[in-house]
């Protein structure tokens, strides 16, 4: 068995990562990221990254584009659409930067954008809001 696993939490807020320590603190640790460079930053410390896919609450100048560069000039629908999946943008700045962490993307998608994620986002497992924390728990053990 494997020692105790310390994941990024990659999420605009601190709902995730506070829900995440008061339920399955126990086996694991979490460490907090805000946006990209925080995740960047905690890369070389932790196992693996759950990002969140929405960073509505984020400001637009520590959000990313699709090139990976900073959005703090752009109008208020170029911002809605980068915030919307900023997760994503996220995991592809960090996989362009060679950093091969497993991924857990707390999405609900089709099955369709979904396969796309995790065939272009290696190693990268998709979690669906319907899921558990033991599901969950399951899910952080199988990816690292």
Avoid: C, N
């Avoid at 995440?20 to 995740?39: C, I, M, Q």
């Avoid at 796309?116 to 986002?121: A, H, N, W």
């Amino acid at each position: 068995m494997k020692g105790r696993r310390t994941f990024a939490v990659v999420e605009d807020g601190s709902e995730y990562i506070q829900r995440f320590r008061r339920f399955l603190g126990e086996s694991f640790d979490f460490v907090p990221a805000g946006d990209f460079a925080t995740a960047r930053a905690a890369a070389g410390a932790v196992e693996g990254l759950l990002l969140d896919l929405d960073f509505r609450r984020t400001p637009s100048d520590r959000l990313i584009d699709e090139q990976g560069q900073p959005a703090a000039a752009v109008d208020a629908g170029t911002r809605h659409r980068l915030a919307e999946t900023q997760g994503i943008l996220i995991l592809r700045r960090l996989r362009a930067e060679a950093i091969v962490l497993p991924a857990v993307l707390f999405a609900d998608l089709d099955d369709r954008q979904a396969d796309f994620l995790r065939r272009t986002l290696a190693p990268l497992a998709i979690a669906p809001s319907r899921l558990g924390l033991r599901e969950i728990a399951d899910l952080l053990r199988a990816v690292t």
